[in-house]
């Protein structure tokens, strides 16, 4: 994604084009990109081949899970609507794990019939439920257990998972105990530690910790864990300067680890393989000026992003056709939507904007349609994959008809 001759493009399509032919907001993605964050992030690991299990709550888009697996990748997915669009996409249910705190019985009985990978339980009561259900089926399910290792991932408070405080996974006394019961148990295959501390981590540190926190209940539990299930998490850089996960110095973290136990590694990443996939291209409805500052009112709203409103997250803003000329100005981009939180971003140095000219929301591959929503009655985005020169439409806009 670049500028050719001024003009924003993804890969060799124009932005101006697409909002042109198929109006705005796009969500549009890359396959170039796309590519390139799997090959480089198995480069990254590849001295001990982990097995990649796509974060699907990421991105769920099934033609974009259909190249992701084309690409190698299994699924991580956290209910059975994600565990059927994975399947839609041909994801083979050998490289399929199910997380979450409260699968239900409906769940755990689809996932148990299509035999997928692993199952990782978060409590006793899950355990016992998918006892039941192994039992009334005659069949001995595989199962990983989550630890919550205590470590804090020093991230943006809500996306941190792996405190005591937070709701997921087992203390290390809760996990040893369970870790026994399961052992002992007629329906069930124990293969699995697994672990989830967090999302947009950029820092190594609580990596380190967490393996530690690891090797230590693996030696308590003394068990034989096939797998290994480091979750995902890997920050992405949002801004030209800012931190991004050093994968090398994790991955030498990994390998030695590994040097005391003999697994295979899982890992769940979402927003280090699509988030700077995709792009957001908008127009401006609207400019409205006051004293302090100009609104830039944009046709896209925090129903169609909702991470600036969520978690005060700032996503890049740029123009669609560069021009260089300074506004001078305080310019806010903010959506049409009823809510004080429907702000994309505060800009003190952007280019001189008019109504109708068109803006580009980068980095919202990861976590932008998937949390999306219909508040205000609004349509859904158009998804766009570009391919070269090739222009695939993989979500039809949702028709207001559907939607009243
Ligand atoms: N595995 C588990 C068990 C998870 O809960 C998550 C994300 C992942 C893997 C993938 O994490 P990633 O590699 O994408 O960081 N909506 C928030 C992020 C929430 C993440 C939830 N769990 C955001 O927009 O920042």
Known sequence: MKYLNKSFSIERVKAK???????TPIYCYSYEKLKTNIISFKNNFKSFNPLICFSVKSNTNVNLLREIKKLGCGADIVSIGELM??????????????????????ELSYAINKNILLINVESKSEVVEIEKIAKSKKKIVNI??????????KTINKISTGKKEDKFGLTEKSFI??????INSKY???KCLSVHIG????????????LKVIDRVIKKSNHKFEFVDLGGGFGISYHNKSKKLNFKKYSISISSFL??????????PGRSIIGNTGVLISKIIYIKKTKSKDFIILDSAMNDLMRPALYGSNHKIIPVIKKGVSSKKIYEFVGP?????????TSKNFQKLKEKDLIIICDVGAYGMSLSSNYNVRPSPIEILVKGSKINIIKKRQKLIDLI
């Open 259 to 268: 040097k005391n136990h003999n697994s295979k590694i899982i890992f769940e």
């Open 85 to 106: 669009k994975a399947l839609k996409a041909g994801v083979n249910t050998k490289k399929i794990v199910f997380s979450g705190v409260g699968k239900t019985t409906k």
């Open 17 to 23: 084009y697409l909002a042109k032919k198929f109006g």
């Open 188 to 190: 069930i295959n124990l």
């Open 144 to 153: 990983g257990i989550r630890l919550n290792p205590n470590t804090d991932a």
């Open 177 to 182: 105990a369970l870790a026994k019961y399961t």
């Open 337 to 345: 939507i009823c809510e004080s939180t429907d702000k994309f971003l």
């Open 199 to 210: 999302s947009q981590i950029v820092n190594n540190l609580p990596y380190e910790k967490m």
